[in-house]
């Protein structure tokens, strides 16, 4: 790669990955072999890019001209026009849909755009295996600045001056835990990762130890010396296996250079770094459950009447941060508490990172600054809704977030503001859906992983979720009664207030929430035996348009009840005793002739 | 690993961050239509890249374009020293390729005789 000119920076992200980008890797090479290019062209394995939906992505460098969902096929005549003769190929640029002109330049890209990145700072931009490239970025300059000048007590100083606020959820102040943490007196302390992202659609997480480990390592290891621990612990689940792999070679590397280990930069400071790997349960997220799963006992959350910060891990003082809060650690140090704080709302610092998804056109993982409205994350950033239909809601938080409608969307995203709304920031997952969402089902959906995922602790949360559980889904099953809804808003307050941690105060949220702003959608259900999304299979009975049917018995042929009847060239008919709602019909239908009322 | 091995590291690692940040003092792009690389255009491009290699010059990124237009006077490049106006340099051989680089890209000279035109392409 030695004077390679020209650097094709191929994401390897879990999601370019399950789409094949290490086939693509293999295709550039070959096909660069093929032209004698192999050694004017290097192509780089990155970190997660951020612009998932069109993954495979490749950004090429130094020209900064950005490729799309590539395939195999696509590689040979890349090759040739662009690196052999210098022609960027349009076909296989971003087009946004409004505008139909292809746009060469990553930079340019609406999705990139708006972006600021302090936590995926590296993000596509570095190999995440090459710990000098890391460096190069200015990597462990945080810790040799918080080594070399500073004392622990200016480095905690420093955090809190920053206002930096854990990012895993609850928004702690990382400067008053590490402080706490400091004051008190032990031969031992530990400093753990929460890498234990278990929200369904969250991968920021993810993203940030696939993409850039070294930046959660050096955010640990400023924080062992800040608070005055050797001995860092990333909780990791054992179901991200490329950030596992990525993680344990970044620790490896570290300490062949000598950033981790014995008398760091030739100081007095020791630190070293293990992994453990959790198993996959929700609650593990949890910091009194995590605790316990590491000690080897059944992760359950128990009643925290000292705090962590004194008696933790094996009873020893511990800081618990997450994994995104401490990547951005190096940065506050590098540049300092006032840049930080710059960025961002009155109480809320900085920036966030979302992960984006559901009914979106760009899915993918953003960074944006906190205060940043949710309109912008989503018709900007997110490019809008799929399809052009119409935004319903986005949930906010995880399975225990909340669902916030269109009326909200001009609200700038912060701590605060999501809590008075009913949702939360949690560690950031951010689900959009559109008209075509049903919000009782959401809430049913959401019920359903929380009840799998409650670990039977607490009688509020393991009785009172399976009973939430049950009426929304009598509900959705056109079986709910009136009086179910005052029922439910008094369930989900008891919830709220009798569960012990975290998982069981906020699993009402989507319930509450839901009824909050979308009352008249559990209203149709209950009233009208009506869905009005079309989702809930009980409420809605299938027809077929005698104007419209076409008598091509396609329907009659695909039916798995043999319900569809009719003689040929005649509109059919579907016998609704032995429809089982399956949605078959409507699926195959060329003409637009089946109904669902 | 002492404080002062990581600038050792960045030193070392300067030539591929600036490609990969596409930001660098100076930027060499090398016409390679059909014209150009029948010309030679690919000779023009080893050579400079050896160019660099020898001088250990790290600040200097290469880009590829298509025909400028101007086939008749393929081999082609375009040289941006940032803050100044592009130059293009045309008919160019091995030898003239070498020379320019020493003396525009190393020591800020342009060297007018080789030189079509400055100011045009802005890129950088």
Redesign the interface.
Known sequence: ???C???L?LCAGTGCVSNGSYRIKEALERELGRHNLQD?VAVVMTGCNGFCAQGPVMTV????IFYQLLSDADIPPLVEE??????PVQRLMYTPPETQAPIPKMSEIGFFKKQRLIALRNRG??DPENI??Y???GG??GL?KAL?AMTPERIIEEIKNSQLRGRGGAGYPTGVKWQSAARHQSDVKYIICNADEGDPGAFMDRSIIEGDPHAVLEGMAIAGRAVGSGHGLVYIRAEYPIALERLNLAIKQARE???LGKA???TDFDFDISVFQGAGAFVCGESSAMRASIQGEPPEPSAKHTHATEAGLWEKPTVLNNVETLAVVPEIIRRGAAWFAGIGTEQSKGTKVFSLVGKVKNTGLVEVPMGTTLRDIIFDIGGGIQGDRKFKAVQTGGPSGGCLPASLLDMPVDYERLAEAGSMMGSGGMIVMDEDTCMVDVARYFLDFLRDESCGKCTACREGVDAMHQLVSDICAGNGKQEHLALLEELGQAVKDASMCALGSTASNPVLSTLRYFSDEYEAHIRDHRCPAGVCKALLTFGIDPEKCKACLLCNKNCPQTAISGEKKKPQKIDQEKCIKCGVCRDVCKFDAVTVQ | MRFEDLDKITDRMRKVMSLREGSSQAKITVHMGTCGLSAGARKIMKALIQCADETATKDVIFSTSACAGLCSREPMITIELAGQAPVKYVDLTEEKAKRIFSEHIVNGKIVAEYALAIGSEQTL
């Open positions: 790669m030695k004077s000119h020209t650097h920076l004017e460098q130094p020209d900064g662009h690196f052999l003769k210098g022609r931009l570095i000098e490239e460096i190069a970025r462990y300059r040799a070399g250079y000598g950033l760091i930069f030739d």
